[in-house]
C-alpha cells in the first residue's frame, strides 16, 4: 500500500468542489438554502474521514497496562459509523472486540477509538473488520482477539437494490480465535 502525507484535508478547496459540484447536479449554489451547504459539507467530510489523521498508537495514548490477567475480554455494542468507498454514503451498525490478555490490557475507551480510528476513513466493512482486529492483536499482544461488525448499509438501502432491512455481517478471528472453536464459540456468544 502507497504511504500518502498525512495532513488536514484543505475545506476551502473541498468547499469549491462542493459548490462545483451542486453546479453539476443541477442546483444553484447561491440559493437561500444552499448558500453555507460547501462549507458545512467540507467540515462534514473533514469530520468523517478523521480517521486518516490517526493511528492506533496515537489513540491509544500509552493506555496498555500490565496486568496478571489472561482471560477473555470482550466490548461489544461499540457504535460504528464509516463511509462506502465505493458510493461515498455511509454504513453503520455494531462492532464487538474481544481478546485473551496475555499479561497486557487495553485502556476500555481505547478498544472503542481504535475501532474509529479505521471506521472513520473510506471503508469496505470486509478490510475494516481485519484492520481492527489486527490493530488490537498489535496493541496488546493478545493471544487471540475477535471481531464482528454488524452493519446497515445506505448505498444498499437508499439506492441499487433498496433492501431496507439488509445487514452485513463481518468476523475476523485471528490466534486462538481462530484456531480453537471453543474460544470462538465463547466469544461469539458473549459478543450477541
Known amino acids: 500500500m502507497k504511504k500518502t502525507e498525512v ?3 484543505d475545506e476551502r478547496k473541498i468547499a469549491s468542489l462542493v459548490r462545483q459540484l451542486l453546479v453539476e447536479l443541477g442546483e ?3 440559493r ?3 448558500l453555507k451547504t460547501p462549507s458545512r459539507v467540507a467540515k462534514s467530510l473533514a469530520f468523517l474521514t478523521r480517521g486518516y489523521r490517526q493511528t492506533p498508537r496515537g489513540v491509544l495514548n500509552n493506555a496498555v497496562f500490565e496486568t496478571g490477567a489472561n482471560h477473555m475480554i470482550v466490548l461489544r455494542d461499540i457504535e460504528v459509523y464509516s463511509m462506502c468507498e ?3 454514503l455511509p454504513f453503520f451498525g455494531t462492532c464487538a472486540v ?3 490478555a496475555r499479561g497486557k490490557v487495553l485502556g476500555v ?3 472503542a477509538r481504535i475501532v474509529d480510528c479505521f471506521a472513520r476513513r473510506l471503508q469496505i466493512q470486509e478490510r475494516l473488520t481485519e484492520q481492527v482486529a489486527e490493530a488490537i492483536r498489535d496493541a ?3 493471544e487471540g482477539v475477535g471481531v464482528v461488525f454488524r452493519c446497515r448499509h445506505l448505498c444498499m438501502m437508499m439506492r441499487g437494490v433498496e433492501k431496507q432491512n439488509s445487514e452485513m455481517i463481518t468476523s475476523a478471528m485471528l490466534g486462538s480465535f481462530r484456531e480453537d472453536e471453543k474460544v470462538r464459540q465463547e466469544f461469539l456468544s458473549l459478543a450477541k
Request: net charge negative; hydrophobic share 25%.
Open 98 to 100: 474481544g481478546y485473551i
Open 28 to 30: 444553484d449554489p447561491g
Open 32 to 34: 437561500e438554502g444552499l
Open 86 to 88: 465505493h458510493h461515498l
Open 7 to 9: 495532513r488536514e484535508p
Open 140 to 142: 496488546s499482544g493478545a
Open 109 to 111: 475507551s481505547k478498544i
